[in-house]
């Protein structure tokens, strides 16, 4: 898992304009106008010990800024799944990162999609998805299908914007997120990605919901 497909300028140029596109015609699935930093995908994984059999699973790789940090960290021997929503990303994640296995589909559904490429609960779970921009059901049913597909002492990382730490729908997800969780590990800021994010870090999935 450890080859490297570099990314040109113009594709770069090319997943801004995709981000900006889908930002402005579906902001609540996009969440953001730009893809996420290097910086950021660094400090989703970091300090994370990734072994052959694990199962990783990513919510929302959109234009593959953290698959492509993920895939240079992961030994050979861990099952990655991508869970993509918006078709057309969907598509370019399959052609651009061969070998890695991409599901169309929603977080929502991860339990059954996990079932589905016969894979058991994951190790750990990378979230690129816009929790804040999500109705307060949507954020419980993705958390819910969250906790269930994680391994007893699997990790579920996610991030923040900084300038949306006041948001109410922040603050409801960070209240439901600790609901879900036994641990919270801690957070880290990532001032370099823009806009600035926060990465939050989970473990123990609650078994009282
Ligand atoms: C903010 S973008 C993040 C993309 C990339 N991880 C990054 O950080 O640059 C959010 C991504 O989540 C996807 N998405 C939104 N809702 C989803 C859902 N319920 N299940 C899976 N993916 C979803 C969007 O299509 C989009 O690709």
């Known amino acids: 898992m450890n080859s490297q497909t570099p990314t040109t300028p113009l594709e770069q140029l090319q997943d801004a304009f995709h981000f900006l596109g889908r930002f402005l015609t579906r902001p609540g699935t996009i969440g953001s106008i730009w893809p996420s930093s290097r910086q950021l995908g660094e400090a989703m994984i970091d300090k994370l010990l990734m072994k052959s059999g694990d199962v990783v699973v990513e919510y929302g790789p959109g234009t593959g800024s953290f698959t492509r940090v993920l895939r240079e960290h992961m030994p050979s021997g861990v099952e990655y799944l991508g869970i993509e929503h918006d078709r057309e990303l969907h598509q370019k994640l399959v052609v651009r990162f061969p070998g890695m296995r991409f599901h169309h589909g929603s977080a929502e559904e991860t339990p059954e999609i996990l079932n589905h490429y016969r894979l058991g609960r994951a190790k750990?779970?990378?979230?690129?998805?816009?929790?804040?921009?999500?109705?307060?059901?949507?954020?419980?049913?993705?958390?819910?299908?969250?906790?269930?597909?994680l391994h007893p002492h699997g990790t579920f990382r996610t991030f923040t914007y900084l300038l949306s730490t006041l948001n109410p729908s922040t603050i409801h997800f960070r209240r439901l997120v600790s609901e879900h969780f036994e641990k919270h590990q801690g957070s880290r800021t990532v001032i370099q990605n823009f806009p600035p994010a926060r990465v939050l870090s989970y473990s123990n999935p609650s078994s009282k919901l």
Do not use: D, K
């Not at 750990?124 to 109705?135: D, E, I, K, Q, R």
């Open 124 to 149: 750990l779970v990378v979230s690129g998805l816009p929790f804040a921009n999500m109705p307060p059901s949507l954020q419980e049913r993705i958390l819910r299908a969250t906790s269930s597909s």
